[in-house]
C-alpha cells in the first residue's frame, strides 16, 4: 500500500503505522464516532424517525468525547503521563461506539452472529431500571448506616 499523507511538507506511508503508533489512539474512536454518526442516520431515515434535537444530543456527546481525548493527549504530552492511560481511555471510547454501531446495525436488520445478539441483550439487561433500583437501593442502606 503507497497511500501518503503529508505531514509538514514530508510523506508519511500509511503501510508503515502499526496498531502500536499513538496515531491509533486518535483515529479508531474518531473513524468509530464517523461510523456510528452514519449508521444513526441511515436508521434514523429508515425508521423514518428523524429528528434534529436527537442528532444535536448525539453529536454534542461526540464533540464531548472527541474533547476528552484531545485534552487527555495534550496533558499526556505536557505532563509526560504514561501513553497506557490515554490508550485506555481510547479504547473505552472506541468500545462505546462500536457497541452503538452495532446496535444501529442490529436494529436496522443486518444479521448479526449469536454471541453478539447475547452480548446486546445481556448489555441491555443490565441496564434495565430494576437494577438501577437495586443499586440505589444498596447506596441508601448505606448512606443509613
Same mark, same amino acid.
Given at each position: 500500500? =503507497?497511500?501518503?499523507?503529508? $505531514?509538514?511538507?514530508?510523506?508519511?506511508?500509511?503501510?508503515?503505522?502499526?496498531?502500536? &503508533? @499513538?496515531?491509533?489512539?486518535?483515529?479508531? !474512536?474518531?473513524?468509530?464516532?464517523?461510523?456510528? /454518526?452514519?449508521?444513526?442516520?441511515?436508521?434514523?431515515?429508515?425508521?423514518?424517525?428523524?429528528?434534529?434535537?436527537?442528532?444535536?444530543?448525539?453529536?454534542?456527546?461526540?464533540?464531548?468525547?472527541?474533547?476528552?481525548? %484531545?485534552?487527555?493527549?495534550?496533558?499526556?504530552?505536557?505532563?509526560?503521563? !504514561?501513553?497506557?492511560?490515554?490508550?485506555?481511555?481510547?479504547?473505552? /471510547?472506541?468500545? =462505546?461506539?462500536?457497541?452503538?454501531?452495532? *446496535?444501529?446495525?442490529? $436494529?436496522? @436488520?443486518?444479521?448479526?452472529?449469536?454471541?453478539?445478539?447475547? %452480548?446486546?441483550? &445481556? %448489555?441491555?439487561?443490565s441496564l434495565k431500571n430494576d437494577d438501577l433500583d437495586d443499586?440505589?437501593?444498596? /447506596?441508601?442502606?448505606?448512606?443509613? *448506616?
Amino acid at each position: 500500500m =503507497m497511500m501518503s499523507i503529508t $505531514e509538514s511538507g514530508g510523506f508519511i506511508q500509511l503501510d508503515r503505522i502499526h496498531f502500536t &503508533s @499513538g496515531l491509533w489512539v486518535l483515529l479508531l !474512536p474518531l473513524a468509530l464516532m464517523g461510523l456510528d /454518526i452514519i449508521t444513526g442516520l441511515v436508521k434514523a431515515w429508515s425508521n423514518e424517525d428523524f429528528k434534529s434535537k436527537k442528532m444535536r444530543t448525539g453529536l454534542s456527546k461526540k464533540i464531548g468525547e472527541i474533547a476528552i481525548i %484531545v485534552i487527555g493527549e495534550l496533558f499526556q504530552y505536557s505532563l509526560t503521563l !504514561p501513553t497506557y492511560i490515554m490508550t485506555c481511555v481510547s479504547l473505552y /471510547i472506541s468500545f =462505546m461506539e462500536l457497541m452503538s454501531n452495532v *446496535e444501529n446495525l442490529n $436494529e436496522l @436488520g443486518v444479521p448479526l452472529p449469536a454471541f453478539i445478539t447475547r %452480548v446486546l441483550q &445481556s %448489555v441491555d439487561d443490565s441496564l434495565k431500571n430494576d437494577d438501577l433500583d437495586d443499586v440505589i437501593g444498596t /447506596i441508601n442502606g448505606i448512606d443509613k *448506616e
